[in-house]
């Protein structure tokens, strides 16, 4: 079993920064994309950030050049380091881990309890 918590969320003024954590655990294997999403009220769950395996990395396009996905394999535990915060970037943030226990085990496609980032001043 896979557990993945998450922590780092918080009330930011506009402009500001915070970096978000998710420790995963449990019978991890392999750990193919460590990512996180955002949900806003009345809004879709969105991809925010992503990062694979074989170091590649995927932005929403609202977020490139200010959010930054970083992953330490050695701790199962992917980042999201925010910066340059904006109203619109209050959500509640997901952490999201696909992997595969082993190798006669299915993949596993798992997410995180949330945590709510809100920006206002």
């Known amino acids: 079993q896979v557990q993945l918590v998450e922590s780092g969320g918080g009330l930011v003024q506009p402009g500001g920064s915070l970096r978000l954590s998710c420790v995963v655990s449990?019978?991890?294997?392999?750990?193919?994309?460590m990512g996180w999403y955002r949900q806003a009220p009345g809004k879709q769950r969105e991809l925010v950030a992503a990062?694979?395996?074989?170091?590649?990395?995927n932005y929403a396009d609202s977020v490139k050049g200010r959010f930054t996905i970083s992953r330490d394999n050695a701790k199962n535990t992917v980042y999201l380091q925010m910066s340059s915060l904006k109203s619109e970037d209050t959500a509640v943030y997901y952490c999201?881990?696909?992997?595969?226990?082993?190798?006669?085990?299915?993949?596993?496609?798992?997410w995180g309890q949330g945590t709510q980032v809100t920006v206002s001043s």
């Open positions: 990062s694979t395996s074989i170091g590649t990395t």
């Open positions: 999201n881990v696909k992997g595969r226990a082993y190798s006669w085990t299915p993949q596993y496609d798992l």
């Open positions: 449990g019978s991890i294997g392999n750990l193919y994309v």
